[in-house]
């Protein structure tokens, strides 16, 4: 292998928060730069990739997008696991929407079970502020701010996946927020691709 060559860094980012905050949205809108009008509910969890380069570094965002309705809590424990940040997704005009915060942050923790859960990354996205010129907003940008301090001042963003309002801006922060828990990723990934291979050979022999 090139010692020259770049290094490459992979890392697993959960997008949680209640349906129709616009996760999916989010998504699509850095990934493939486009919105969908029409709402299509995720069905379980579904993930993005995107590349992007961050100092000297090359590194994929694995952006896993679960479903907000309760029905598919069950699915946590194996899509947080091994995740380096989670994203956690309101919408400014709805205030439940924020109030649930609480519960995903600590369904996260729970199912995905950190080695430091206090240490652990999360970043705050407030979506939908283009929605009436601004005059539905339900949550004001100082209540969610407080959060964030009351949760160890966790960064904060607000945006419009629709108008393409500091998407870009948020997801870099994500990369960068995750890629401080890359190096316990990296004895993670190896194991998991090991398992993975062992599996393979085992299924081969038994053919």
Same mark, same amino acid.
Request: negative net charge.
């Given at each position: 292998? !090139? ?52 100092? !000297? ?55 995905? !079970? ?49 108008? !393409? ?43």
């Amino acid at each position: 292998m !090139d010692i020259s060559m770049k290094r490459r860094t992979l890392l697993k980012v959960i997008v949680l928060g209640d349906s129709g905050v616009g996760k999916t949205s989010l998504m699509n809108q850095y990934v493939y730069k486009k919105f969908h009008r029409q709402y299509k509910a995720t069905i379980g969890a579904d993930f993005v990739t995107k590349e992007l380069q961050i100092d !000297d570094k090359l590194v994929t965002l694995q952006v896993w997008d679960t479903a907000g309705q309760e029905r598919f809590h069950s699915l946590g424990a194996a899509f947080y696991r091994g995740s380096d940040c989670c994203v956690l997704v309101y919408d400014v005009n709805v205030s439940k929407s924020f109030e649930t915060l609480q519960n995903w942050h600590e369904e996260f923790l729970k199912q995905a !079970d950190p080695t430091d859960p206090e240490a652990f990354p999360f970043v705050l996205i407030g979506n939908k502020i283009d929605v009436d010129g601004g005059n539905s907003r339900a949550v004001s940008e100082k209540k969610a701010r407080e959060w964030c301090a009351s949760k160890g001042n966790i960064p904060y963003f607000e945006t419009s996946a629709k108008e !393409d309002y500091n998407v870009d801006e948020a997801f870099l922060c994500i990369a960068k927020t995750g890629m401080i828990n890359e190096h316990e990723q990296d004895i993670y990934f190896q194991g998991i691709s090991e398992s993975v291979s062992e599996a393979e050979q085992r299924g081969s022999c038994a053919c």
